[in-house]
C-alpha cells in the first residue's frame, strides 16, 4: 500500500539579532517559554524529548530528530508523522528563521489542525521577534483569552475587528510597556473560537492581572457568557 498523501505549510521571518540568539530562542525551555508555550521541557540534543503544554488537554511533545546547531532542528511527533523542521541562517545582516511544518493528512479531519497552525505560526514568530528585539532580559508574560461563539461568521468577524485598533488582528500596546496582542478566529464544529494572545514584558503581577481583567470583559462584552482565560509567566 502507498503511503497516505500529505501536505506541509512554510512561515519565515527576519528577526535582526544573532543567529546563536535565535537557536537558543527555539532550543532552550526558558526561552521558548518567552514566545510559545507556558509549560516546556526539553532534553536539547539529537535523539532528546521535549514536551509543550497550554494546560490540560493541549500537551504536545516527540524526539528530536536533527539538532545541528545553529541552523537545523527538526522535532518529530509522537503521533503520526508530524513534524517541525526550523531552519536558521545569517542573510544580509539579519538571521533568517524559517519553518516547514510537515506531515498533515489531506483529508477533511485534518483540515483545522493544518489551517489552525498555518494562520498561528506567523502570530508566534512575530512574538518570538518582539521578545528578542524589544524586550531583551525582561521578564515575559503571555496571556490567552477564548470565547466561543455559535454566531454567523460574518457577525463574529465584525466583532472582532472592533477588538483592535482600526480592525487590526494584532497591534503593539506602547501604554503597556510595549506588549503585543493577536486576536484570531478558529472553526470549532459548529461554532467558532475567538483567540487572543497578550503577551507583555517588564509589567508587575499587578499590572498583569489589570491587563487580563480588561482584556477579559471586552471578550466577555462581545462575546456574553462564552469567554474564558489562561496565562503564564
Request: net charge negative; glycine share 8%.
Amino acid at each position: 500500500m502507498s503511503a497516505p498523501e500529505t501536505r506541509q505549510h512554510e512561515t519565515v521571518i527576519e528577526i535582526p539579532a544573532p543567529v546563536e540568539e535565535v537557536w537558543k530562542a527555539i532550543t532552550e525551555a526558558s526561552e521558548i517559554q518567552r514566545w510559545f508555550a507556558p509549560e516546556v521541557r526539553t532534553d536539547a540534543r539529537e535523539g532528546g524529548e521535549y514536551f509543550l503544554s497550554w494546560g490540560p488537554g493541549m500537551e504536545g511533545g516527540g524526539t528530536i530528530e536533527i539538532f545541528d546547531a545553529p541552523h537545523h532542528l527538526r522535532l518529530v511527533q509522537k503521533r503520526g508523522k508530524i513534524a517541525q523542521d526550523y531552519y536558521i541562517e545569517a542573510k544580509g545582516g539579519v538571521t533568517v528563521l524559517r519553518l516547514v511544518h510537515s506531515g498533515f493528512l489531506t483529508t477533511a479531519e485534518w483540515d483545522n489542525e493544518y489551517n489552525g497552525t498555518k494562520s498561528g505560526w506567523p502570530m508566534y514568530f512575530r512574538i518570538l521577534r518582539h521578545a528578542i528585539t524589544r524586550h531583551r532580559g525582561e521578564a515575559a508574560r503571555n496571556m490567552d483569552l477564548y470565547a466561543m461563539s455559535d454566531e454567523a461568521p460574518e457577525r463574529i468577524q465584525e466583532k472582532v475587528a472592533a477588538l483592535g485598533p482600526d480592525g487590526a488582528m494584532w497591534w503593539i500596546w506602547p501604554e503597556k510597556n510595549d506588549a503585543i496582542v493577536h486576536v484570531a478566529t478558529m472553526p470549532m464544529g459548529p461554532k467558532t473560537m475567538v483567540w487572543m494572545n497578550i503577551s507583555t514584558y517588564g509589567l508587575s503581577e499587578e499590572q498583569a492581572a489589570g491587563v487580563r481583567k480588561e482584556w477579559s470583559e471586552k471578550l466577555d462584552r462581545a462575546f456574553p457568557a462564552a469567554a474564558s482565560e489562561t496565562s503564564h509567566a
